[in-house]
């Protein structure tokens, strides 16, 4: 038996009624790189959700809910590389230090060790398009 969080296995159905322009229609700058991360954060978190139980409740709560705040973090980041309203940014700021708050918290209740620390990677590669008002 296995277990999933979720409200489909598919991506494409998890999107349901997100509104994303139609194909081919006019995006703002950055757009096309934030949606196509933050689409990769999702499909990555609910394929990650998707536990086999060990028999250890306690283990398959961790094993369901780290991969559900890293999904949080990945999100996040995806907003610092492209958004722009500073109030949002600070928030997204704020999800990323909690989530791997409560990520090795849940770590250290089951007794593993942490991972090593790494810093966010929230800049915009130089090949990314920035908005002309950024420019």
Partial sequence: MMLAIGLSASPALAHEGHHHPEAGAERPAGE?????ENDAAMTRM???MAVHPTGNV????VAMMAP???GAIDMATAYLRYGHNEQLRRLAQEII???QQEIAAMQ???GEALPPSAPAPTQVSPTQAAPASLR
Avoid at 32 to 36: C, D, Q, S, T, V
Avoid at 58 to 61: K, P, Q, T, V
């Fill in 46 to 48: 609910m394929d990650a």
């Fill in 58 to 61: 306690d283990r398959d709560f």
């Fill in 32 to 36: 096309a790189g934030y949606l196509a």
């Fill in 108 to 110: 250290l209740a089951l």
């Fill in 97 to 99: 230090v909690t989530q």
């Fill in 68 to 70: 559900h705040h890293q």
